[in-house]
């Protein structure tokens, strides 16, 4: 969910109960800095005195957990925004404990038990802006935020439905590449799949590569349709799955199966459960495919094989060429070479 | 030289008994590794690829009191309590190959290896150990225990968690890196590569390798938003291995061990030349927060972007090559 509502409209005060239905409504016509309002939270105003920003949070700087705690509320942005003012971050020895440490006595209480929330549930952010304390001296939480460590899935008792990073709920796509991985460990395969508005699908390899790939193709000018990944050594039918899902789509213009050159996953049987996708679907644009690693040799003849049975259209590159350097052949093929 | 992994180097396999961890001793014994043990809780008494098995990590030091490294390979949920046993016994050198452990675990992990002191091969603590050297240790609550004050050396050192491995190429290997013939793609030489992605460290010693540069230790970090050690740990430690003369990192928006690594620089504690290539800039154009396979690889705000990166390490001096296939002449050109 977007930060920074307030300032986008997002947040509105009303002073008599009938205007709230038109409120209301107005809210739901409305783009909050991208998103699309779904839901609306109507609460009490609270008139108060004293305004804080809270978080728990991990900080790649101390290797560990931090408590972010100031003067602020719905000014800051969020715990990450560096132009935050009045806000400190106290790193917590997290074989200790938080008891409490650096904030006022009357937030003591409500510090700690966001503290609780935050370990127990393992989460990555626990944020309370603002937190705020009224006339009476009694304290509230106005708004919070958090998230959740997705790897910690199997020892959290409470499932929670998947967050809308898009500002929409996720494509049938998404939910079906997700499915992949699901009770089968061997190897990554669609955990990670985006639709994107672009025409090229795009079946990429590693963690790292995959975006380096992505990069490159961005640059040249090329469209992806999606984004996905796969690694650490899947099994053929995984990619078979992962295929068929990523050329689903209508209205492809090109097929990119690109990777670097891998460590250990098998090139062979990944790249022929991408071509048992391939024979389901039957696809008639171009396919640039290049991959290096174990195996590849073996997968090249099978593919050029393929090719001929089957009249892919095939494009087929190894580690000699340069791994990016295919995102322009793709581009080129793909909408036509532009650039000549 | 090389680093972290030399001819001294004596593995302990932790999670032997599973797929990676049998596939990886395999694939190190090949290479020349010196793999003296194995634990796995309950499966004592085996024995996988010729290496002995045993129920605890004190065991297996009892029979194989050599033993200076340990590779983690068992499943993420399994993971914390196989890596404090590796610290309790004051391993070393620690490498993670598991994905997916939980922040929290790995925050904890971390915490408790920096302020672990191990003993120098004189049988000692260094001097600066003095009143820290329980791991228990830490300074009054609501401050982190002062590992600063423990030189890098002397405390037990993580690599990882999702690290594919290090390899000293002609020396040894220790994880996934390479895989079963590592001989193909890693060539031994005076260049040291770190980088957050596996895949991206194998693209990188190829392409060196092609252009008749070799390495020296190749060291996949992980690409995660905790890691045991970052650019600026290992960089260290490159400075002072005589056979590493230039440095290449692969580095990712988020998080902010680029800029660590452009800061230590800029402090005149590495002075070896620097090519970086740094990735992510698609990863921007996705809305704040959206996950991908690396965990680090997330933006909130301006805090760890391309540009923030690029900006830090140019400044240091760093080289930024526009693609990966440029490092090898970035690397010659003086």
């Known amino acids: ?340 | 030289m090389a680093i972290l992994i030399t001819d001294k180097t004596k593995v302990l396999i932790q999670g032997i008994t599973g797929k990676e961890g049998s596939k990886a001793t395999l694939q190190m014994k090949n290479y020349g590794t010196k793999v003296l043990a194995g634990v796995t809780p309950g499966k004592g008494g085996q024995e996988v690829h010729g290496v002995p098995v045993y129920n605890a990590i004190a065991e297996a030091l009892e029979n194989h009191p050599g033993i200076n490294t340990s590779f983690v390979a068992v499943p993420n949920f399994a993971a914390y309590g196989a890596i404090e046993e590796a610290i309790k016994n004051k391993i070393p050198l620690i490498n993670i190959l598991t994905e997916h452990i939980p922040i929290q675990d790995t925050a904890k992990a971390i915490a408790m290896a920096r302020s672990t002191v191990i003993l120098n091969p004189k049988g000692e603590g260094s001097p600066t150990n003095v009143g820290i050297s329980n791991p228990s240790a830490s300074l009054r609550a609501g401050k982190l225990r002062d590992s600063s004050l423990i030189a890098q050396n002397d405390r037990v050192r993580i690599v990882g968690p999702s690290s594919i491995g290090i390899i000293s190429p002609g020396i040894g290997k220790v994880g996934s890196i390479g895989g079963d013939d590592p001989r193909g793609v890693y060539s031994k030489g005076s260049v040291g590569v770190i980088s957050k992605s596996g895949g991206m460290a194998s693209e990188i010693s190829w392409i060196l390798t092609k252009n008749g540069l070799g390495q020296s230790t190749v060291i996949g970090i992980g690409g995660g938003i905790l890691v045991g050690s970052g650019f600026a740990d290992l960089m260290e430690d490159f400075e002072k291995d005589p056979q590493t003369k230039a440095l290449v990192l692969f580095g990712e928006i988020g998080g902010t061990y680029e800029e660590e690594a452009a800061d230590f620089i800029k402090s005149g504690k590495f002075t070896k030349k620097v090519v970086a290539f740094i990735s992510g800039l698609f990863a921007e154009t996705l809305p704040q927060g959206t996950k991908l396979g690396h965990a680090g690889a997330i933006i909130y705000g301006e805090k760890g972007s391309y540009k923030s990166k690029i900006k830090s390490l140019e400044e240091a001096g760093v080289i930024i090559a526009k693609t990966p296939d440029e490092i090898p002449d970035l690397l010659k050109v003086i």
């Open chain 1, 1 to 340: 969910m977007s930060g920074y509502r307030a300032g986008a409209g997002g947040i509105i005060k009303i002073a008599e109960i009938k205007d709230l239905r038109l409120k209301i409504k107005e809210l739901f016509k409305k783009t909050i800095n991208n998103e699309k309002v779904e839901r609306v939270l109507v609460e009490e105003a609270i008139e108060y005195e004293k305004e804080y920003y809270l978080s728990f949070s991990y900080s790649t700087e101390t290797r560990g957990l931090v408590l972010t705690f100031g003067k602020g509320g719905s000014r800051v942005g969020s715990h990450f925004d560096e132009a935050a003012k009045n806000i400190d971050v106290y790193p917590i020895d997290i074989l200790e404990g938080f008891n409490g440490e650096n904030v006022p006595d009357e937030l003591k209480e409500i510090a700690i038990k966001l503290w609780e929330v935050f370990t127990k549930y393992d989460c990555e952010l626990a944020e309370i802006n603002p937190l705020v304390v009224d006339k009476q001296g009694k304290v509230w939480a106005l708004d919070a935020k958090v998230i959740l460590d997705d790897d910690a899935d199997f020892r959290r008792d409470v499932k929670f439905p998947q967050r809308n990073l898009f500002g929409r709920p996720p494509t049938k796509r998404e939910i079906e590449a997700r499915k992949i991985d699901e009770g089968d460990h061997r190897g990554t395969t669609g955990s990670v799949y985006w639709d994107l508005p672009g025409d090229i699908a795009v079946i990429a390899a590693g963690g790292g590569g995959s975006i380096v790939n992505m990069d490159a193709l961005l640059a040249y000018g090329g469209k992806p349709a999606n984004y996905t990944e796969h690694s650490g050594n899947p099994p053929r039918e995984k990619l078979k799955k992962l295929t068929k899902i990523v050329l689903s789509k209508p209205g492809l213009k090109g097929c990119w199966f690109v990777g670097g050159t891998a460590n250990f996953t098998d090139i062979y049987e990944t790249l022929m459960g991408f071509v048992d996708g391939l024979r389901e679907i039957k696809p008639k644009y171009p396919i640039v495919i290049r991959r290096g690693g174990p195996r590849d040799k073996e997968a090249f003849e099978m593919l050029k094989e393929v090719a001929k049975k089957e009249s892919f259209d095939f494009h087929i590159y190894g580690r000699e060429t340069p791994m990016t350097s295919t995102a322009k052949i793709m581009k080129e093929l793909a909408y036509g070479n532009t650039d000549n």
